[in-house]
């Protein structure tokens, strides 16, 4: 079995700062994501990656960076920190039959 | 678009009663369902997924079927135990466009009581 790792697991950041948020997965997939997890708002894409160097965007890509350097890794960054913003984002791997692995998540609080 | 409709936010439940939980769906193609779980402090994790053969997929005493008159995958259990508190999430697939992309809905808290 494989893992996907997130850090940090927690991330405090200020506003308007930029934070940078990790992710590393040992499936050896192809495709990765990037979802942020509001209560009462689901699940919601911000990036995806189908291969090395390939991003495509979300529905909540604005704000938002990515980059997928290596087929293991796949980052986020905030570009700009809102005020009193909390949030989870999760990370996820898949091949191409869509059974997406989740990492237990980052949790981001803006002050 | 894709969208997934989950109409209950919040379902309360005693141990040993039913379970069923809303998912209803709009897509453009033929879609592929899942149920996602997601227990306290934890990952989501895959519960179910359609079968493009019309099986019904079961795991964990649940089952869902997949309705395409009624664009439905209502998840179902016939009696809830303790352990099932979580929060589910029904996504959809579109097999006919960017079959990469899941859209999830807004997820149904699941509280079992004693």
């Known amino acids: 079995g494989g893992i996907i790792t997130q850090t940090p697991k927690f991330l405090i950041g200020q506003e308007g700062q930029k934070l940078t948020l990790k992710c590393q997965q040992n499936?050896?997939?192809?495709?990765m994501y990037w979802y942020r997890q509001d209560s009462g708002k689901g699940l919601r894409l911000i990036y995806y990656s189908i291969t090395e160097n390939d991003l495509q965007k979300g529905d909540l890509s604005e704000g938002y960076d990515a980059s997928r350097e290596k087929k293991s890794s796949f980052s986020l960054t905030v570009t700009s920190a809102q005020k009193n913003e909390m949030a989870v984002f999760l990370c996820?791997?898949?091949?191409?039959?869509?059974?997406?692995?989740f990492g237990a998540g980052t949790r981001l609080s803006v002050l | 678009g894709d969208s997934v409709t989950q109409t209950e936010g919040l379902v309360t439940l005693t141990e040993g009663l039913p379970v069923m939980l809303n998912c209803t769906y709009q897509s453009t193609y033929s879609p592929f369902l899942f149920w996602y779980v997601q227990h306290l402090n934890e990952a989501p994790k895959l519960l179910l997924k359609?079968?493009?053969?019309?099986k019904r997929p079961e795991h964990q005493g649940f089952h869902a079927t997949l309705h395409k008159s009624s664009s439905s995958f209502h998840l179902q259990k016939s009696s809830a135990q303790l352990s099932d508190s979580a929060l589910y999430y029904c996504?959809?697939?579109?097999?006919?466009?960017?079959?990469?992309?899941?859209?999830f809905g807004k997820g149904t808290l699941l509280t079992v009581t004693p």
């Open positions: 996820a791997s898949s091949i191409r039959e869509n059974t997406l692995y």
């Open positions: 996504a959809l697939s579109d097999s006919g466009g960017s079959n990469y992309k899941l859209t």
């Open positions: 359609s079968f493009t053969d019309n």
């Open positions: 499936f050896n997939h192809d495709t």
